[in-house]
């Protein structure tokens, strides 16, 4: 069954060491959890399912029973003397989601605590100490804390009504609307599971780019019964809202923000919503922005258009996430600024129950991008960040790519807004600006493949992406870990092995796709390979040209103060350093300048030598993971082995491609050869 990779991150594989067992069998075969509510009564069937598996145990459960027993789940209202083993000020500082897991003393005798101030907290809580025990850590003496940082931590799912998912790469929707609601699959409670165990609290179940017949009540009974599966695991639902549907499916003659009719009508949606969705989390939308209608098409403002919906959601307590990736048809302007400069002049102008969900860079998704200039920019608008699970741009479901690197490396990006150590993530966690609401959405790459996500490594960002919303301070290489060992085996030198590849995977696949801060030169709309030539689409931003800006004179997008200025948009730290070409990162240099292709880099090469190397060294990573992975043979089952060894080849196979096809489209302007250790492509550019 595990083989599959159904299983994920869960697959509570048997423990070999006795001495581990023992000790684990030791604190949990006597458990006391009340069973008072579908939740708990979920705790109760993970620890049945964990202890079977990983200790081959069935522990003994009792409800109220504490004599003798060693592991105790509860909240304070089950044990009222808890509170003299658990810090009160502690407990109440863990909010409705926070947890404790402490090793104590019940009557002199040991036991563990597991506690919280709800059943999700208890769910939440014991996923995080059957983790300990899938990644075989002690748990004999523990006194963990863990508090979200976030408090909106969803999936995006831009999966349409008919099955196909937009940029999704890991086969159809799992929702199966033709049989819902009657219909409920196990993959639903098993897709909640999953999220509840990295602590996703949030799915919208639907594409960005909406169809406003998702809030019509045949879909809205289906969402509903979608709904009631989650709530349980904590996890709420959210629609994609089409800024259009009062006149599609309202029979209204506008959707104009400032309209009566339009208001009342959305106010008796969100009723209408409710009444079939009483947890309903709220509407996520994109609005003016590559086709889909917005308050622009009535010379209303983004705001205007956020708050028409957020006062309709209000005395449910639904939010809107609207979405800041807005970029016009007919201005001219650099698209890396267009975002900023139509949210930044509306900070203070969104109802409180607004976030306006930023994606991390400027442009879209790409390999690597700096970060977005809006955070920071608008401090009285709570930012979530919209980060993509799924691989647009990295090779889809294919290639390896831990995605962690890239979060984490936005993340960690001090922006300077407020002094020095304003990370983004204290912007994302709310923390800089003392805001209430905070967020952090991840679009979804799970589809109906076998094992969720196409690429067996495609699980590892969907766990990080949960990790990371969790506690946007976590570390990369700590979350590979635990997912390693608890996804596939706990073997040091397959965890050692496996975890240098993932670290490696995404300066790999920058320097086969985009290094030095080129971006947007894959090919035309599916954005796969290379299309460093795409041209002449009917925008420019629509082509690659537009992004790389070769010529005989040198290669990069100028925007600095000679160019498009777009550094002007960040923190003065962030300009300065960007603008001086002694200071900007190199990771950077052709996202903001134009260079020739003789300048001279850091190492002393030319650019065009530079660039040339980078291609190639991506192309070589790619090849040592490979030969890396192949050492793991029979390391674990031979399924997953052979087919992440497969797609592997095809990666080192797809970097070559890029690496020759880049190179000979760049080498006409460059019009030099290609230095001694970059393999010659013995191919011509016609050939791609
Ligand atoms: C990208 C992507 C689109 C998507 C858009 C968005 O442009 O290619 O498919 O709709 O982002 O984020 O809205």
Redesign the pocket.
């Known amino acids: 069954y595990g083989k599959d990779g159904y299983n994920l991150w869960l697959q509570y594989a048997k423990i070999e060491s006795p001495e581990l067992v023992d000790a684990y069998r030791k604190n949990t075969h006597k458990i006391t959890l009340p069973q008072n509510s579908s939740t708990t009564n979920i705790i109760k069937n993970e620890l049945t399912k964990a202890f079977k598996g990983m200790l081959l145990t069935s522990p003994e459960f009792s409800e109220k029973n504490i004599e003798n027993h060693n592991l105790v789940i509860g909240t304070r209202d089950n044990f009222p003397w808890l509170i003299e083993l658990v810090d009160k000020k502690q407990l109440d500082s863990l909010g409705q989601e926070g947890f404790i897991i402490k090793s104590t003393f019940f009557k002199d005798q040991p036991i563990t605590v597991i506690t919280g101030n709800s059943d999700l907290a208890l769910l939440y809580g014991t996923f995080e100490f059957l983790k300990l025990i899938q990644t075989h850590k002690s748990i004999s003496d523990l006194n963990i804390t863990s508090i979200p940082k976030t408090k909106i931590r969803v999936l995006n799912h831009w999966d349409n009504l008919d099955r196909s998912v937009?940029?999704g790469y890991a086969g159809s929707s799992i929702w199966n609307w033709h049989l819902l609601p009657d219909h409920i699959d196990q993959q639903y409670l098993d897709y909640a599971r999953a999220n509840a165990s990295i602590g996703i609290n949030g799915t919208v179940l639907t594409n960005?780019?909406a169809n406003a017949l998702v809030l019509t009540p045949s879909y809205l009974k289906k969402a509903a019964a979608l709904a009631e599966v989650f709530r349980p695991y904590g996890i709420k639902v959210y629609l994609t809202a089409r800024f259009s549907a009062p006149i599609e499916i309202g029979n209204l003659k506008t959707a104009d923000p400032l309209d009566k009719n339009v208001q009342k009508w959305w106010k008796e949606k969100a009723e209408e919503i409710y009444s079939y969705i009483p947890n309903f989390g709220g509407f996520l939308v994109?609005a003016d922005?590559?086709g889909q209608p917005g308050p622009h098409n009535y010379g209303r403002t983004q705001a205007d258009g956020a708050n028409l919906l957020a006062q309709a959601l209000k005395p449910f307590g639904g939010i809107v996430m609207w979405r800041a990736?807005v970029y016009s048809e007919d201005t001219p302007d650099d698209r890396a600024k267009q975002a900023y400069n139509e949210f930044k002049p509306l900070d203070g102008k969104f109802d409180n129950n607004v976030l306006v969900q930023v994606k991390n860079g400027p442009i879209?998704f790409q390999p690597r991008e700096p970060v977005h200039p809006l955070f920071g920019a608008m401090p009285q608008t709570p930012l979530m960040m919209e980060f993509q699970i799924t691989q647009?741009y990295l090779g889809q479901g294919t290639h390896l790519v831990y995605l962690s690197k890239l979060y984490e490396e936005i993340l960690s990006t001090d922006i300077n807004a407020k002094g020095p150590g304003s990370t983004v993530a204290k912007i994302i966690d709310g923390s800089l600006e003392n805001h209430p609401l905070s967020g952090m959405a991840g679009v979804s790459n799970i589809g109906t493949a076998r094992n969720w996500t196409g690429n067996h490594f495609g699980q590892a960002n969907w766990y990080a992406f949960g990790k990371l919303a969790w506690n946007p301070y976590e570390k990369s290489e700590k979350i590979a870990k635990d997912w390693i060992e608890m996804t596939f085996s706990s073997d040091p030198q397959f965890i050692n092995t496996s975890l240098d590849i993932m670290m490696e995977s995404h300066e790999a696949v920058v320097n086969y796709m985009t290094p030095l801060g080129l971006h947007h030169i894959m090919d035309w709309n599916h954005?796969y390979g290379p299309g460093p030539w795409v041209t002449d689409k009917h925008r420019d931003d629509w082509t690659s040209t537009y992004y790389h800006q070769a010529g005989a004179d040198g290669i990069g997008f100028d925007r600095t103060s000679s160019g498009s200025n777009a550094l002007s948009q960040y923190s003065s730290t962030i300009q300065n350093q960007f603008t001086n070409l002694k200071t900007c990162p190199e990771k950077y240099l052709l996202w903001f300048h134009h260079l020739p292709w003789s300048y001279q880099m850091q190492s002393g090469k030319t650019l065009w030598e530079e660039l040339a190397f980078r291609y190639q060294k991506g192309v070589d990573q790619t090849t040592q993971a490979l030969q890396q992975w192949s050492t793991l043979e029979g390391k674990i089952d031979d399924e997953r082995y052979k087919h992440i060894l497969s797609f592997l080849k095809i990666q080192e196979k797809e970097a070559k491609w890029w690496k020759n096809a880049c190179l000979l489209y760049f080498q006409q302007f460059s019009k030099s050869p290609l230095p001694q250790g970059v393999d010659d492509p013995k191919k011509t550019l016609e050939d791609y």
């Open positions: 937009e940029r960005v780019n994109k922005s590559e990736f879209d647009e954005h």
